[in-house]
């Protein structure tokens, strides 16, 4: 029988853990790796690699992410990967209506609960008492929104899978600190599903056993 193993940053794990189906294998992988792209892929290369056996299917719960993707491949098992630039996409449900969304603003940054509680990820509100304790409150501010010279609003995606209200709240603090405008975007699992369903089709990218993923995967609808 095929198995199908899951290899998924736990970013993406959070925002849809209920629709998983209970017969995969789930790997699960730290968030930080996203910050080094180059070593991102060369553990996502080795945990390929360890997984056993032959004709299995390897999903994949990563967006295109800096190309860390890039060059994946499995000797043995068909890789499957949702045909996307950046995992928001997910939480949206497809690449274009996350492009509507970025497009409805000069820059949209966008937070979910793991962006939000990481120290080491897009959301530094947490670090920003890390810099007052370093450097003051003055530069601590000046640096930070140094980092959000190029954003007009951020933006909470709630995919229904957990309380968003205290995120909400940590959100609202951040974008009056830092003047940008605040909204909600309601996410959606669609993708999610199609992804762990096996209902794939022009959004879901297949890469058989020998091949590797190519940047030309996230650039068409073929399959």
């Avoid at 899951?6 to 992988?29: A, R």
């Avoid at 499995?74 to 997910?90: E, G």
Wanted: aromatic share 10%.
């Amino acid at each position: 029988m095929r198995k199908t193993y899951l290899i998924i940053c736990e970013t993406i794990y959070v925002e849809c853990e209920s629709i998983i189906p209970d017969d995969m294998l789930v790997l699960k992988q730290d968030f930080t790796l996203h910050n080094k792209p180059d070593l991102l892929r060369e553990h996502l290369q080795e945990i390929i690699d360890s997984i056993p056996g032959k004709d299995d299917d390897i999903v994949l719960g990563y967006g295109l992410c800096s190309n860390a993707t890039v060059g994946l491949s499995s000797k043995s098992h068909r890789l499957i990967l949702p045909r996307i630039h950046d995992c928001i996409a997910l939480f949206c449900g497809s690449q274009s209506c996350y492009n509507r969304h970025k497009d409805e603003a000069i820059g949209t940054f966008f937070l979910t609960k793991r962006f939000i509680e990481s120290e080491d990820g897009r959301f530094h509100l947490l670090e920003y008492d890390t810099y007052i304790e370093r450097y003051g409150e003055k530069l601590a501010h000046k640096y930070t929104k140094m980092l959000l010279t190029h954003y007009e609003r951020a933006a909470l995606v709630d995919t229904g899978e957990y309380d968003t209200a205290p995120y909400k709240k940590l959100a609202q603090e951040f974008c009056e600190r830092y003047e940008l405008d605040y909204t909600e975007i309601t996410g959606d699992q669609r993708l999610m599903v199609k992804l762990f369903s096996e209902d794939w089709d022009h959004e879901i990218i297949i890469v058989k056993p020998g091949n590797e993923v190519t940047l030309l995967d996230y650039l068409t609808d073929a399959q």
